[in-house]
């Protein structure tokens, strides 16, 4: 077998990301810079210039010892960055690596598909292998210092004089179309990489800054206080039939004494994202990853009332670090949830068993917050019963580009017509302790999903460029005839077409127990007049 120097091996292995990773990148430059005479030029240099700056990072980079075990792993883990993006057309951002690795496995076997498959094996398992038994010719150290000297040289010269030669391209191409540096693959991803290792890890061990250590409850009579918080999972507002959508995807709501608020906006593009910054008390301006996991948020604020009993069950990947400190519960398993059928544990689950939790907790004001599977994707078929598909045809596959729009517009509405039946069968549960107590339903979807529109799917793109359909999201609040009273339920319906955002959700869960702390902003306390 032919023997390599380690810079032939690392001109190859650059040449071939550049010419078999990279369909995402050039279908998305062609769209801006259409071929033809004025444009080849550049076209030509751009890829030339991505080829010699996989060589310079690579060159920094590789040596004996690291050259094979660095290739191999670019190759694998740019094979699969190649699958989602030219199928779902999603960056592999920070938000979204956080999001990847705080996904479950369940979750991800959703994901799996017979063309991902043949994406790994022959963009990553192939080209790894030949890698792993190539031959390499390792010359002595100074010869080889000398010879990666002149290729990083010779690389840095190619990009410079390319850059001159088309500046004026380059000009609009570095300002004016940011999001398409998004799609090179491998080098974005890396660069994800390290900003999500910036922004995750601390130095020395992380220590939560506390947070309304002066919080109590005001009462204004003896009743105690019920309320479920009811966290959605990927529902756009534009599908629900509550706001005007063709289908009728919300029937049973329509028909409950609810608010609705149909210009409701999340945070995030992502789970991982929405959930901790929803339940924060930084503004979406202000927020960041360190911050919320440094600080404490809204249920930490009311647990220190010591009069607020807090259960959080999920039936999600899990709380996001939200629930670390208040009693949690794992609905995804058939040992907890006692409604799941094909290894699908169902939302209305989590309600099975609560009544034991509010009569250990008689006499306290109690918060209950459930964590849906929703909308989940791209497995949206999975995501009902089969007495809610309704709407048909439906897509009964994971790979969403092998289905139309409609049929995947179908799948994605039965599943906001179980949502309508869970949160209907909540609030029902709530109807029956409203002599007792002062009762609430708070639902709100952690983010929207796109549906193929544009050739997007799913969700997680960065917050300037996402799309309306990832972060206009579906929310609605139900009172309990003596809670309805206490909070104006009909001044609330007036104001209910006002733009609100997650921000707005710690001063409102503040607010419906009557906390008194100064973290409480009335302003932003969507039950209050002045909001």
Known sequence: MKRFTQTQLIIYVSIFFILFDNYSFFHNVLQ???????????????????????????????YKYTLKPILI???????????????????????????????NMHESLDLVTFKQILYFVFLGLIPSYLVYKAKIQYRPFKQ???????????????????????????????????????????????????????????????????????????????????????????????????????????PLLAQDDIVNFPNFYSCGTSTAASVPCMFSKYNKSDYSYKKGISTQNVLDVLKHTNDVAILWRDNNSDSKGVALRVPYEDYKIPKNNTICENGECRDVGMLVGLDKFIAKNKGKNILIVLHQMGNHGPAYYKRYPKAFEKFTPTCKTNQLEECTQEEIANAYDNAILYTDYFLDKTIDFLKKYDKKYDTAMIYMSDHGESLGEGGVYLHGLPYFMAPD??????????????????????????????????????????????????????????LKNEH
């Not at 033809?36 to 210039?49: K, Q, R, T």
């Not at 104001?495 to 419906?512: M, W």
Request: aromatic residues 14%; positive net charge.
């Open 32 to 62: 801006v810079y259409p071929l033809n005479l004025h444009n080849i030029g550049f076209l030509i240099s751009l890829a030339v210039i991505l080829v010699f700056f996989m060589i310079f990072l690579l060159s920094l980079f590789c």
């Open 73 to 103: 792993t670019l190759l694998l883990v740019s094979s699969l960055t190649n699958y989602f993006m030219n199928s779902y057309h999603v960056v592999i951002d920070a938000s979204m690596i956080r999001n990847t690795l705080q996904t």
């Open 144 to 250: 080889e210092f000398f010879a990666r000297l002149k290729l990083i040289g010779l690389s840095l010269a190619i990009i410079l004089a390319s850059f001159f030669l088309f500046s004026k391209f380059y000009t609009s191409f570095v300002r004016e179309h940011k999001p398409l540096r998004y799609s090179i693959n491998p080098a974005y991803w890396m660069y994800s990489v390290g900003k999500y290792i910036s922004l995750t890890f601390n130095n020395g061990k992380l220590v939560v800054k506390p947070i309304g250590l002066d919080a109590k409850i005001v009462n204004d009579d003896n009743r105690s206080k019920l309320v479920i918080m009811v966290v959605g999972e990927a529902a756009r507002a534009d599908h629900f039939s509550l706001n005007g959508y063709a289908k009728e995807t919300n």
């Open 469 to 526: 359909a990832q972060i206009h999201i579906g929310s609605v609040m139900w009172f309990g005839k003596h809670m309805a009273k206490k909070i104006d339920e009909d001044a609330l319906k007036k104001r209910r077409d006002k733009k609100y955002t997650q921000d707005d959700l710690f001063h409102t869960l503040l607010g419906i127990f009557n906390v008194q702390t100064k973290e409480y902003d009335k302003k932003m306390d969507i």
